[in-house]
């Protein structure tokens, strides 16, 4: 037997489908799919001040946000609590500098 294993880029995208498949529950069964139509709903792109509530779905939505801008705009989260759930999502992303 052997162990095959692919290594894959960190992305909003292929964390959300990982997470999607491993449990779906706790990103309140959102898909990349419906991820990638949220963003464009609500006209993300570069040069934008983009403000997101995201308290259910593990920061995937503020690092997508981030992801999307490229580094040109503005991204501020809110959050309920005592801590930001984003938080983590965010600093596994390795987002540049700029980003």
Not at 16 to 32: F, K, V
Not at 37 to 59: I, Y
């Amino acid at each position: 037997h052997h162990v095959r294993c692919r290594v894959v880029r960190v992305t909003p995208w292929s964390l959300c489908a990982a997470m999607h498949l491993r449990d779906s529950r706790r990103i309140c069964n959102l898909r990349e799919d419906t991820l990638g139509q949220l963003l464009s709903g609500a006209n993300v792109h570069a040069g934008r001040k983009v403000l997101v509530v995201d308290t259910d779905v593990l920061g995937i939505v503020t690092a997508s946000a981030v992801r999307r801008m490229g580094g040109y705009g503005s991204v501020y989260s809110l959050f309920v609590g005592q801590q930001p759930g984003y938080i983590d999502v965010v600093n596994r992303m390795n987002f540049t500098a700029g980003e």
